[in-house]
């Protein structure tokens, strides 16, 4: 595979921006090799009828869809932003209440899947936002006051066994393994651990 093809989908699967840096980083090449593969990759999707381009701004570059596609893309944005949330949103949601903020890296760590298209389904309802802070070099999420209006809580200590959750062993040692190691790969893995079922037995105590 060619290294425009590798961050092709570096971009697809991260779907935020990266910079040359960061993607030289990922790819382990040269940050030279990397501009001119960007360059690549650019003119690639200029050329075919596709529904993606590439967006730079400064010296990061992103994935968006085509201004073209607009009208589809927002429709579903629409419906994804009004719609009920999945179990799967409700997982992160629950995470990021009794143990936010975290960053992605950490959130992913607990929940064994791979969540950016998750966190930016819940920033585009108004339930997480992105805070002005960095931890293990990567943005961190936090639930926002919005969603604690919609429970009836003043803070998110007041929420069910919030104290007991918070600081369960479990979740505390994956997030210590975290800091000693790299960041969980970005795979499909079922979420079937005990952190799992800690989290969705305290989203059954909210309902």
């Not at 927002?74 to 990021?96: F, H, K, M, P, Y």
């Not at 819940?122 to 209006?149: C, H, I, S, W």
């Not at 975290?178 to 952190?195: F, I, K, R, T, W």
Request: hydrophobic share 45%; charged share 25%; aromatic share 4%.
């Amino acid at each position: 595979m060619t290294l425009d093809q590798i961050i092709e989908a570096v971009l697809f699967a991260g779907a935020k921006p990266f910079s040359v840096k960061r993607l030289a980083e990922v790819t382990q090449a040269d940050a030279q090799d990397v501009v001119e593969a960007l360059k690549i990759l650019s003119e690639r999707l200029d050329s075919s009828p596709s529904g993606i381009m590439l967006q730079k701004n400064g010296d990061n570059f992103e994935l968006v869809t085509h201004p073209d596609a607009a009208p589809a893309v927002a429709q579903v944005v629409n419906e994804e932003a009004q719609g009920e949330l999945s179990r799967a949103a409700l997982e992160a949601l629950t995470i990021l209440a009794y143990r936010g903020p975290m960053t992605r890296a950490e959130l992913e760590q607990i929940r064994g899947v791979h969540s950016s298209i998750i966190l930016r389904n819940l920033m585009l309802r108004g339930l997480v936002e992105q805070k002005d802070e960095d931890r293990l070099g990567q943005p961190v999420y936090a639930v926002t006051f919005e969603f604690l209006n919609h429970l009836g809580v003043k803070s998110a200590e007041e929420l069910p066994e919030y104290a007991e959750l918070r600081g369960h062993a479990v979740l505390t040692d994956m997030l210590a393994q975290l800091e000693v190691a790299e960041p969980a790969a970005e795979s499909d893995m079922p979420a079937g651990s005990d952190a799992a079922k800690i989290q969705l037995d305290s989203q059954q105590n909210q309902n």
